[in-house]
């Protein structure tokens, strides 16, 4: 499973992606609010730092806006990705750039049936919100297990990116499932370093070390 991380903050990609771990970014206006900086160049500034896809959302809400952005967008690297919100202009923008071999994420997926759609209009990728669909009473991760069931079931090619990923579980959930790719906040990527059990065995080895060298 590919990991993506889940900010717009530089010096944290810049530093995650140091690790060679990190094999994509995605943000959002969000996420790009918290940059504090000219979207454009924070887009750029990401896309050099991280050679794998670089997510990067339209604002506008019409499909003639959405391709219009998602033009200029794609114009700033190669690697940049087209995150286009899951509406019906959502759609129609998505297939026009996916005929300019524009590639591009649906986002705010929140059922099956919105994945079935963004795959048939040709999306690269498909993110369901699983921490938000937590929030309001369900359970994210089953809407996941549905969209992968009914891709496999039409070899559709469209990869399955998990996203609103809010603690280490839902990677492994994820990842058991199969899913393509799991974007993940810094904080979450952090946590998914540590076991206790690392920390006890590391201090074990270095006292036991320092007792033999004082022998
Ligand atoms: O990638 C989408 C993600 O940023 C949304 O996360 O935590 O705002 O639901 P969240």
């Not at 730092?49 to 499909?63: N, T």
């Not at 990527?189 to 022998?215: N, S, Y």
Request: charged fraction near 25%; proline fraction near 5%.
């Amino acid at each position: 499973m590919k990991i993506f991380l889940d900010t717009a903050i530089r010096d944290e990609i810049r530093r995650m992606a140091a690790l060679g771990i990190v094999d994509g970014v995605t943000t959002n206006p969000t996420l790009l609010k918290a940059a504090d900086a000219p979207y454009h160049e924070v887009i750029a500034d990401i896309c050099k730092m991280v050679p794998g896809p670089i997510s990067a959302e339209v604002l506008a809400e019409d499909w003639e806006g959405m391709v219009r952005e998602g033009r200029e967008l794609s114009a700033i690297a190669p690697n940049v990705i087209v995150k286009i919100p899951m509406t019906p202009d959502g759609m129609r923008a998505v297939s026009v750039l996916k005929s300019a071999e524009i590639d591009t994420n649906v986002t705010l997926v929140f059922s099956a049936n919105q994945a079935l759609l963004a795959a048939k209009a040709g999306a690269r990728f498909v993110s369901p919100f699983v921490g938000r669909l937590d929030d309001a009473g369900h359970d994210g991760m089953d809407v996941v297990e549905e969209i992968l069931e009914v891709y496999a079931n039409y070899d559709f090619t469209t990869e399955v990116l998990v996203a609103s990923v809010r603690h280490p579980q839902h990677v492994v959930q994820a990842a058991l499932m199969g899913a393509d790719v799991a974007t993940v906040p810094t904080g979450v990527l952090a946590l998914m370093f540590c076991h206790p059990l690392t920390d006890v065995g590391i201090q074990r080895f270095l006292d036991d070390w320092k007792a033999v060298r004082k022998e």
